[in-house]
Protein backbone atom coordinates (compact mmCIF):
# COMPACT_ATOMS: atom_id res chain seq x y z
CA UNK A 1 0.00 0.00 0.00
CA UNK A 2 1.30 3.22 -0.87
CA UNK A 3 2.03 5.94 1.80
CA UNK A 4 2.94 8.94 2.13
CA UNK A 5 3.51 10.98 5.15
CA UNK A 6 4.32 14.85 5.59
CA UNK A 7 6.28 16.56 8.64
CA UNK A 8 7.75 19.56 9.65
CA UNK A 9 5.09 22.23 9.10
CA UNK A 10 4.25 24.35 12.11
CA UNK A 11 3.63 28.67 12.99
CA UNK A 12 6.88 30.36 11.61
CA UNK A 13 7.60 34.00 11.27
CA UNK A 14 7.25 36.10 8.18
CA UNK A 15 11.16 36.10 6.95
CA UNK A 16 11.75 32.85 8.35
CA UNK A 17 12.12 29.38 7.04
CA UNK A 18 10.95 25.83 7.25
CA UNK A 19 11.88 22.25 6.07
CA UNK A 20 8.87 20.05 5.66
CA UNK A 21 9.37 16.14 4.74
CA UNK A 22 7.49 13.34 3.25
CA UNK A 23 8.58 9.69 3.95
CA UNK A 24 7.10 7.28 1.37
CA UNK A 25 6.50 3.98 1.10
CA UNK A 26 4.62 1.06 -0.31
CA UNK A 27 6.23 1.63 -3.61
CA UNK A 28 10.05 2.43 -5.33
CA UNK A 29 10.56 5.74 -4.53
CA UNK A 30 13.07 6.59 -7.75
CA UNK A 31 10.21 5.39 -9.89
CA UNK A 32 7.77 8.13 -9.49
CA UNK A 33 7.91 11.83 -9.83
CA UNK A 34 6.91 13.81 -6.35
CA UNK A 35 5.17 16.62 -6.10
CA UNK A 36 4.22 19.63 -3.22
CA UNK A 37 0.46 21.16 -3.85
CA UNK A 38 -0.81 23.68 -1.57
CA UNK A 39 -4.73 24.41 0.02
CA UNK A 40 -4.83 27.72 1.82
CA UNK A 41 -7.75 27.93 4.20
CA UNK A 42 -10.47 27.45 2.54
CA UNK A 43 -9.16 28.14 -0.67
CA UNK A 44 -8.19 26.13 -3.82
CA UNK A 45 -5.26 23.22 -4.42
CA UNK A 46 -2.27 24.80 -6.11
CA UNK A 47 0.81 23.26 -7.67
CA UNK A 48 3.71 24.33 -6.00
CA UNK A 49 6.59 22.38 -7.13
CA UNK A 50 7.41 18.75 -8.73
CA UNK A 51 10.68 16.59 -9.04
CA UNK A 52 11.45 13.67 -11.09
CA UNK A 53 12.08 10.34 -10.30
CA UNK A 54 16.08 10.57 -10.69
CA UNK A 55 15.76 13.89 -8.93
CA UNK A 56 17.17 16.01 -12.35
CA UNK A 57 15.19 17.57 -12.84
CA UNK A 58 12.90 20.05 -10.90
CA UNK A 59 9.85 22.84 -11.72
CA UNK A 60 8.63 25.69 -9.37
CA UNK A 61 5.57 27.79 -9.30
CA UNK A 62 6.30 31.35 -10.09
CA UNK A 63 5.03 32.55 -6.74
CA UNK A 64 7.87 30.17 -4.66
CA UNK A 65 10.43 30.04 -7.04
CA UNK A 66 14.02 31.54 -5.96
CA UNK A 67 12.44 30.94 -2.10
CA UNK A 68 11.20 27.25 -2.10
CA UNK A 69 13.53 24.35 -3.07
CA UNK A 70 12.74 20.81 -3.79
CA UNK A 71 14.67 17.91 -3.39
CA UNK A 72 14.60 14.01 -2.92
CA UNK A 73 16.75 10.99 -0.88
CA UNK A 74 16.32 8.25 -2.94
CA UNK A 75 18.40 6.22 -0.40
CA UNK A 76 15.85 7.24 2.53
CA UNK A 77 12.38 7.29 0.30
CA UNK A 78 12.38 10.97 1.15
CA UNK A 79 10.65 14.14 -0.36
CA UNK A 80 12.04 17.55 1.06
CA UNK A 81 10.86 20.85 0.07
CA UNK A 82 13.25 23.63 2.21
CA UNK A 83 10.88 26.60 2.88
CA UNK A 84 13.05 30.18 3.04
CA UNK A 85 11.59 33.97 2.83
CA UNK A 86 8.32 32.29 3.74
CA UNK A 87 5.59 35.04 3.89
CA UNK A 88 1.76 35.27 5.05
CA UNK A 89 0.09 33.98 1.33
CA UNK A 90 2.41 30.45 2.10
CA UNK A 91 0.06 29.76 4.91
CA UNK A 92 -1.51 26.61 3.52
CA UNK A 93 -2.07 22.92 4.19
CA UNK A 94 1.29 21.56 2.44
CA UNK A 95 0.49 17.51 0.54
CA UNK A 96 3.13 15.80 -0.88
CA UNK A 97 1.76 13.89 -3.70
CA UNK A 98 3.26 11.22 -6.29
CA UNK A 99 2.01 10.12 -9.96
CA UNK A 100 2.10 6.82 -9.60
CA UNK A 101 1.54 4.47 -12.44
CA UNK A 102 -0.84 7.15 -14.01
CA UNK A 103 1.87 9.53 -15.71
CA UNK A 104 3.92 12.50 -14.46
CA UNK A 105 1.73 15.35 -13.99
CA UNK A 106 -1.21 13.33 -12.22
CA UNK A 107 -1.14 13.49 -8.52
CA UNK A 108 -2.38 9.90 -8.13
CA UNK A 109 -1.47 9.21 -3.96
CA UNK A 110 -1.68 12.27 -1.31
CA UNK A 111 -0.41 12.37 1.79
CA UNK A 112 -2.54 13.93 4.72
CA UNK A 113 -1.06 17.32 4.43
CA UNK A 114 0.86 19.69 7.22
CA UNK A 115 -0.14 22.75 7.99
CA UNK A 116 2.10 25.65 7.40
CA UNK A 117 1.21 28.80 9.44
CA UNK A 118 2.97 32.31 8.96
CA UNK A 119 2.01 35.17 11.20
CA UNK A 120 3.95 37.04 13.54
CA UNK B 1 -0.36 30.09 -17.86
CA UNK B 2 -3.67 27.57 -18.38
CA UNK B 3 -6.43 29.09 -16.23
CA UNK B 4 -9.59 26.64 -15.54
CA UNK B 5 -12.41 27.73 -14.93
CA UNK B 6 -15.10 24.98 -13.30
CA UNK B 7 -18.71 25.55 -13.52
CA UNK B 8 -20.68 25.57 -11.58
CA UNK B 9 -19.35 26.44 -8.19
CA UNK B 10 -22.18 25.08 -6.43
CA UNK B 11 -24.21 22.06 -7.70
CA UNK B 12 -27.70 21.30 -5.28
CA UNK B 13 -28.74 18.00 -5.65
CA UNK B 14 -30.03 14.57 -3.91
CA UNK B 15 -28.97 11.26 -3.98
CA UNK B 16 -29.95 9.37 -6.81
CA UNK B 17 -29.56 12.60 -9.24
CA UNK B 18 -27.07 12.86 -11.82
CA UNK B 19 -24.64 15.18 -11.46
CA UNK B 20 -22.98 16.92 -14.26
CA UNK B 21 -19.80 19.47 -13.78
CA UNK B 22 -17.61 21.60 -16.44
CA UNK B 23 -14.21 22.66 -16.75
CA UNK B 24 -12.98 24.72 -19.26
CA UNK B 25 -9.55 25.82 -20.28
CA UNK B 26 -8.07 28.93 -21.68
CA UNK B 27 -6.22 26.97 -24.27
CA UNK B 28 -6.31 23.85 -25.49
CA UNK B 29 -4.89 21.09 -23.37
CA UNK B 30 -5.69 18.33 -25.10
CA UNK B 31 -6.68 15.14 -23.35
CA UNK B 32 -4.44 16.22 -20.38
CA UNK B 33 -7.04 16.82 -18.06
CA UNK B 34 -8.15 14.88 -14.35
CA UNK B 35 -10.24 15.38 -11.86
CA UNK B 36 -10.30 14.99 -8.15
CA UNK B 37 -12.69 14.60 -5.19
CA UNK B 38 -11.65 16.16 -1.81
CA UNK B 39 -13.94 16.11 1.09
CA UNK B 40 -13.53 18.06 4.36
CA UNK B 41 -10.67 17.38 6.00
CA UNK B 42 -8.98 15.07 3.71
CA UNK B 43 -6.55 14.75 0.93
CA UNK B 44 -8.00 15.13 -2.82
CA UNK B 45 -8.24 11.74 -4.34
CA UNK B 46 -8.01 11.24 -8.23
CA UNK B 47 -11.15 10.12 -9.94
CA UNK B 48 -10.34 10.38 -13.48
CA UNK B 49 -6.99 10.97 -15.51
CA UNK B 50 -6.33 11.81 -18.88
CA UNK B 51 -9.84 13.44 -19.42
CA UNK B 52 -12.07 9.57 -19.54
CA UNK B 53 -9.49 7.36 -17.30
CA UNK B 54 -10.76 6.38 -14.35
CA UNK B 55 -8.28 5.74 -11.73
CA UNK B 56 -7.87 2.53 -10.13
CA UNK B 57 -10.80 2.00 -7.38
CA UNK B 58 -13.44 4.54 -8.53
CA UNK B 59 -16.65 3.54 -8.99
CA UNK B 60 -18.15 3.52 -12.66
CA UNK B 61 -20.71 5.81 -11.89
CA UNK B 62 -17.73 8.61 -12.32
CA UNK B 63 -16.96 9.20 -16.08
CA UNK B 64 -15.53 11.87 -17.48
CA UNK B 65 -15.16 13.02 -21.55
CA UNK B 66 -14.13 16.27 -23.41
CA UNK B 67 -11.01 17.53 -25.32
CA UNK B 68 -9.47 20.44 -25.82
CA UNK B 69 -11.01 23.35 -23.93
CA UNK B 70 -14.09 21.83 -22.42
CA UNK B 71 -14.48 18.92 -20.22
CA UNK B 72 -17.55 17.22 -18.56
CA UNK B 73 -17.76 15.31 -15.18
CA UNK B 74 -20.42 13.00 -15.07
CA UNK B 75 -21.74 11.46 -11.62
CA UNK B 76 -24.82 9.04 -12.89
CA UNK B 77 -26.19 8.43 -9.72
CA UNK B 78 -24.97 10.35 -6.95
CA UNK B 79 -24.33 7.90 -3.51
CA UNK B 80 -24.38 10.19 -0.09
CA UNK B 81 -20.33 9.75 -0.20
CA UNK B 82 -20.71 11.75 -3.58
CA UNK B 83 -20.85 14.84 -1.65
CA UNK B 84 -17.28 16.69 -1.99
CA UNK B 85 -15.48 19.05 -3.85
CA UNK B 86 -14.59 18.59 -7.14
CA UNK B 87 -11.31 20.04 -9.01
CA UNK B 88 -9.92 19.76 -12.09
CA UNK B 89 -6.21 19.92 -13.48
CA UNK B 90 -4.59 20.27 -16.54
CA UNK B 91 -0.72 18.84 -17.31
CA UNK B 92 -0.24 20.01 -20.74
CA UNK B 93 1.92 22.81 -19.84
CA UNK B 94 3.99 24.21 -16.69
CA UNK B 95 2.84 25.63 -14.44
CA UNK B 96 0.08 22.60 -13.65
CA UNK B 97 -2.75 24.61 -12.68
CA UNK B 98 -5.87 23.42 -11.06
CA UNK B 99 -9.64 25.07 -11.20
CA UNK B 100 -11.64 26.52 -8.40
CA UNK B 101 -13.61 24.18 -7.94
CA UNK B 102 -17.41 22.93 -7.97
CA UNK B 103 -18.90 21.94 -4.59
CA UNK B 104 -21.76 19.42 -4.79
CA UNK B 105 -24.01 19.49 -2.37
CA UNK B 106 -28.03 18.62 -0.73
Known amino acids: EVQLVESGGGLVQPGGSLRLSCAASGFIFGTFAMSWVRQAPGKGLEWVSTISGSGGGTFYADSVKGRLTLSRDNSKNTLYLQMNSLRGDDTAVYYC?????????????WGQGTLVTVSS | EIVLTQSPATLSLSPGERATLSCRAS??????LAWYQQKPGQAPRLLIYDASNRATGIPARFSGSGSGTDFTLTISSLEPEDFAVYFCQQRSNWPLTFGGGTRVEI
Open chain 1, 97 to 109: AADGAYGSGWFGY
Open chain 2, 27 to 32: QSVSSY
